[in-house]
């Protein structure tokens, strides 16, 4: 039944898709000539998705470009704030501290692992960030964001299963003295102070120099921390800064040295057990004080050197660094019978990488870029967890259980050859044919519960591509068809052997493997970029269908403590995506995004629910009357194997089923002024959580919430003013929950924030 259903819906995407496609291109010329009489029109998006300058309307994959103006409109401090503002995009965070990005189902379902990669690859200026932890840090100096959509197995640093993220910074600009500077304060005692400034040093060099200083109070609090009577969670001090150096001697070399540090320093993330009944949603009961520090640094040099008149070598090489320290509280709970703390979460990252390509320029029938990318990554995880000594694995000599323990270093190093061509076969038709060679390897020297687990590495490679082609039905309107596959590597799992505690009763089996299998998928994607009416519509539609292989997820082990990473091996996804604009005239212009995707696994798979294996050790263990070693005991491992559940046919986590925004912006043209009013409405949809899809457990709801910004610019004057609402009717949706695979067991809500409103004045000189 399957087999006939899914070609089916590949079909009815793309009768959708060319439907959409017909009735954008079926406008009269000339009434598009008479609707443009005044002159609005849309300006042209140029994006480096692909590795060289490109109008966003030639790409033939689907891809969302948001530029400085509309981050600044919309307040956008880091990855979170994108969440339901891009087709097919979810932010969700993971305990607190980590994002886990997903584009059209596609995402990180294995953060507890942190040498397993994740399925969206998040870059800056082209550089490739090796830790997930390392998403946390503030923006600033963006000049625009891309986001493509889509497995990215050619020519982007690191290969990806489901996107990738580039944060594209302001660069220095020889020959221009200038720069900006901005406050803005804010309920929550908001404060945002940030600026730039270009300093020309010679004819043929410039630096830019940008800060930012961001901070606010506490979002929520904890009731229950001794000697405190409201314990803040949710607050920010954040630092910020960037200096770039451009050297350009003459118009065929150039050098650009980059360098940012940012700094964060604050109490945790409100995160309130389901079962907390504290009045407010942001309010907790809880006795541990959370904490979480973040310090990332990077610096790189890029250097461009023309050949001749028809070729560019350019060389990008980039060192990266962060240091993640967290507590928290895994019980979350101050009942006194409980007690579980996340008393130490140390991550830490060193990363060199280096990415050579030789791309065409000046060319019209043949466009192409071959290169190479190199990563090595050194990385360590340090975690102890505490808790009561009549549950703990550990007992240490002053009393404290150790419920959780690991010292494990980690390597990662990766390299990759690709190559890519566009062919215009006529004015009208381009061919694009691209394939990489990737290969990868991992090793790990865990040390768990004082217990030495022997080396372990794992290695995996691959050939993917993709193969394109785009059709213009005229100048303006566009169709296309994509076929490309992607990669994600392979990892070991910080599991110890068989058996890791004197005296245990265990005897298998052990499902979870200490390697687990690469991740791959094939993608088909079918779609339509259109302007009309002289340029004042801009609609581009995009339809997918995804056959994903070997899906990397966080498993549970009948055997305690052996859970880690494990494969599903088949899964299926299909959507389809549309963004548009409509210049209305040039005082009013209104702007949306919708999408809509599903997404299940289709073979036969047993595993299990660490929540249900918590619960049934628990009953076992008080059914056998409470024997010695009973987390060994094999009658408890045998119960545990029993309630296993098969995930075939259940939806792919953190995707939700549509989600979509709409924004209307109307500027006013008084007399030495302008005034622009903004009015937006972002809709997120329910999706699960987990692969497990509970529906008490994994449901996240969903919600709407409205946004409001104004701004008054006078003419011939370097300032303006802005007043900006968040979240008006202070809508408590919920970004995400966390049902704890490895501690306490717990499952927890965090919250979007709260309505916030804040004032502005910015200057630039």
Do not use: C
């Not at 130490?344 to 290169?371: I, M, P």
């Not at 269908?545 to 299909?574: C, H, L, M, R, S």
């Amino acid at each position: 039944m399957q087999a006939k259903t899914f070609p089916s819906r590949v079909a009815r995407l793309a009768i959708a898709t060319s439907l959409w496609a017909i009735a954008a291109t079926a406008v009269p010329a000339s009434a598009a000539e008479a609707d443009a009489a005044d002159g609005a029109q849309l300006g042209d998006i140029i994006v480096t998705g692909e590795k060289r300058d490109t109008r966003l309307q030639d790409i033939p994959i689907a891809i969302t470009a948001i530029d400085s103006t509309v981050l600044r409109e919309r307040n956008t401090n880091r990855l979170d704030d994108l969440d339901g503002y891009v087709p097919g995009l979810s932010i969700a965070r993971n305990q607190g501290a980590e994002r886990v990005v997903t584009i059209r189902g596609i995402g990180y379902e294995t953060s507890s692992n942190p040498n397993s990669q994740p399925g969206v690859a998040f870059h800056i200026n082209g550089v490739y960030i090796a830790h997930t932890m390392s998403l946390g840090q503030d923006l600033i100096d963006v000049d625009r964001i891309e986001v493509l959509r889509g497995p990215q197995g050619t020519v982007f640093g690191e290969t990806s299963t489901g996107g990738a993220i580039n944060v594209i910074t302001k660069k220095p600009v020889i020959g221009d003295s200038s720069g900006n500077a901005s406050a803005s304060y804010g309920n929550y005692n908001y404060v945002k102070a940030d600026g730039a400034v270009n300093v020309p040093l010679g004819p043929t060099l410039a630096a830019r120099f940008a800060g930012q200083y961001l901070r606010h109070d506490g979002y929520g609090y904890s009731v229950s921390v001794p000697n405190v009577d409201k314990y803040e969670l949710e607050d920010e001090n954040n630092l910020a800064g960037r200096a770039s150096l451009l050297w350009q001697p003459n118009s065929t070399f150039s050098a650009l040295l980059e360098a940012s540090a940012f700094h964060a320093d604050h109490a945790g993330a409100v995160q309130k057990l389901i079962t907390d009944t504290t009045p407010g949603k942001r309010h907790v009961d809880q006795d541990y004080p959370a904490t979480y520090e973040l310090d990332t640094r990077m610096v790189s040099l890029t250097l461009s050197q023309e050949l001749n008149d028809t070729m560019v070598l350019k060389s990008v090489s980039a060192y990266q660094y962060m240091n993640k320290n967290q507590q928290s509280e895994s019980d979350r709970t101050s009942n006194p019978a409980i007690f579980d703390h996340l008393v130490r979460w140390h991550d830490r990252s060193k990363t060199f990488t280096e990415e050579l390509t030789l791309s065409s320029q000046n060319t019209s029938a043949l466009e192409w870029t071959v290169g190479g990318f190199y990563l090595r990554q050194r990385a360590l995880q340090d975690i102890l967890e505490l808790s009561a000594p009549s549950i703990a694995a550990v007992v240490l000599p002053d009393g404290t259980g150790v419920k959780f323990q690991t010292d494990s270093p980690y390597q990662h190093t990766s390299w990759a050859a690709y190559g890519q061509a566009t062919f215009h076969a006529s004015e009208a038709l381009a061919v694009t044919a691209g394939l990489r060679y990737s290969w990868d390897k991992v090793s790990a020297q865990p040390y768990q519960f004082f217990y030495v687990v022997p080396p372990r590495s794992a290695k995996s490679d691959a050939i993917t591509g993709k193969l394109s082609a785009e059709y213009k039905l005229t100048p303006a309107n566009s169709v296309y068809l994509t076929g490309s596959t992607g990669y994600k590597p392979t990892g070991v799992s910080f599991v110890s052997d068989l058996p890791f505690a004197p005296g245990s009763f265990s005897s298998g089996p052990q499902y979870v493997p200490q390697s687990f299998k690469k991740e791959t998928v094939k993608a088909l994607e079918i779609g339509s970029k259109n302007e009309f009416f002289d340029k004042r519509v801009r609609l581009n539609v995009a339809g997918y269908y995804y056959w994903y292989k070997n899906f990397q997820f966080t498993a549970e082990d009948p055997v305690p403590f052996a859970g880690g990473t494990d494969n599903i091996p088949k899964a299926e996804v299909w959507g389809a995506e549309a963004e548009g604009t409509f210049v209305v005239s040039p005082s009013l212009r209104f702007d949306g995004t919708f999408s809509w995707g599903k997404g299940k696994f289709t073979s036969d798979f047993l595993t299990i629910d660490a929540q249900t294996a918590a619960q049934v050790r628990a009953a076992t263990f008080a059914e056998l009357g409470y024997p010695a070693g009973y987390y060994y005991d094999a009658r408890i491992e045998q119960a545990v194997d029993d309630a296993r559940e098969n995930v075939n046919g259940k939806r792919l986590p953190k995707m939700p089923t549509t989600q979509g925004s709409f924004s209307a912006t109307y500027t006013a043209f008084l007399p030495g002024a302008e005034l622009a009013v903004r009015g937006e409405m972002a809709y997120r949809g329910s999706y699960n959580y987990r692969v497990f899809a509970d529906s008490f457990l994994d449901k996240v709801p969903s919600y709407t919430i409205f946004n409001a910004s104004i701004s008054y610019t006078p003419e011939d004057k370097p300032w303006r003013l802005g007043l900006r609402a968040q979240n008006i009717t202070n809508k408590a949706g919920i970004a995400s929950r966390f049902s704890d695979p490895y501690g306490s067991g717990t499952t927890s809500v965090e919250y979007i924030p709260p309505r916030q409103v804040m004032g502005s004045v910015s200057v630039d000189f």
